[in-house]
């Protein structure tokens, strides 16, 4: 197995950015038999027997049309209506974490997904103009908000987030140790790596060793990059790192975090294979850092 596995980012489709504000193009996409659409209502999806459901435009409902892009020949788009079916059948529509199992069996489809579920919560929090106060109105297929009194044009953000793996202990070596923690209320035995936002001024790496300082008062020397992964949660872009620890005395001082552990490879996989260590879900950036500095795949997800 090769890492980094990044499955919500790998297998990208191109956005066709250059079409968004061509009506005649688009009209022509829209009436093709063969395009797809991901029905959004406000900002969850209704998977049918684990599925995600791709409809033919004809039988897509009115809402505000997401071009997403093409991929082998067939072009994508979401529908975003108000949050009423969801509303109604709560249990059937699920949001972006409900998502994940099925994102897992068809990881082709997670960045159209991740795509499409950005900018449904950012035209979910976006309502008003920040100016003015007046009414917004999309454009560009949905990828920019413009208001209808000042014309002043909103455009989607993406949040950095840091997330990193944090080690110890000679490279390689059976007593090397990788730090984990996990949330308060979190079922027993899930742990996770560390991660936080990015604060303004603020390098990425300086950003992974202040978080891992203030969460367990662990002390971070090098960072070196490992991979990014979109998460619309609701509008993060997760950046992953791995750290160098340069003490390893857990403090925990920080309502974000109930527990730190340092775990061997030999103490992961042993707990792993018992259950008594949840380790985040295959598709996560947090899994790939894991299982990067692992060698290999583990037992048992969230």
């Known amino acids: 197995m090769s890492y980094p596995h990044l499955d919500l980012a790998r297998d990208a489709h191109d956005r066709l950015g250059l079409h968004r504000t061509d009506e005649a193009w688009l009209a022509e996409r829209w009436a093709d038999e063969g395009s797809r659409v991901l029905v959004v209502s406000g900002t969850r999806v209704r998977p049918e027997e684990g599925r995600l459901m791709w409809v ?8 505000v049309r997401l071009l997403l892009g093409a991929r082998d020949g067939t072009t994508y788009w979401a529908v975003v209506t108000g949050p009423e079916q969801a509303a109604a059948e709560k249990d059937a529509w699920l949001p972006l974490r409900g998502l994940l199992p099925a994102l897992s069996a068809e990881p082709g489809h997670a960045p159209l997904v991740m795509h499409a579920l950005g900018l449904a919560e950012w035209l979910w ?26 014309g002043k044009p909103q455009f989607p953000r993406s949040d950095p ?58 002390v971070v020397g090098e960072v070196t990059y490992f991979g990014n992964q979109p998460w619309p949660l609701p509008s993060s872009l997760m950046l992953g790192f791995h750290g160098r620890a340069v003490s390893d005395e857990i403090r925990l001082d920080d309502d974000d975090v109930e527990d730190a552990r340092w775990f061997t490879r030999a103490q992961m996989r042993e707990e792993a294979e018992a259950g008594t260590l949840l380790l985040p879900s295959g598709v996560s950036i947090s ?16």
């Open 56 to 63: 033919a435009p004809a039988e897509a409902p009115d809402g």
């Open 125 to 150: 929090v976006t309502r008003f103009c920040p100016r003015c106060g007046g009414k917004l109105e999309p454009r560009a297929a949905g990828h920019e908000l413009v208001c209808v009194d000042c």
């Open 161 to 218: 987030a840091v997330i990193m793996l944090i080690t110890q202990g000679e490279p390689g070596s059976d007593d090397e140790r990788c730090l984990l923690g996990r949330g308060p209320g979190w079922p027993e035995g899930r742990f996770s790596t560390l991660a936080g936002f990015c604060e303004p001024g603020e390098t990425l790496e300086d950003a992974v060793r202040r978080e891992v300082l203030e969460e367990t008062g662990v």
């Open 287 to 302: 899994r790939s850092l894991v299982e990067s500095w692992y060698g290999g795949p583990l037992p048992g997800t969230w």
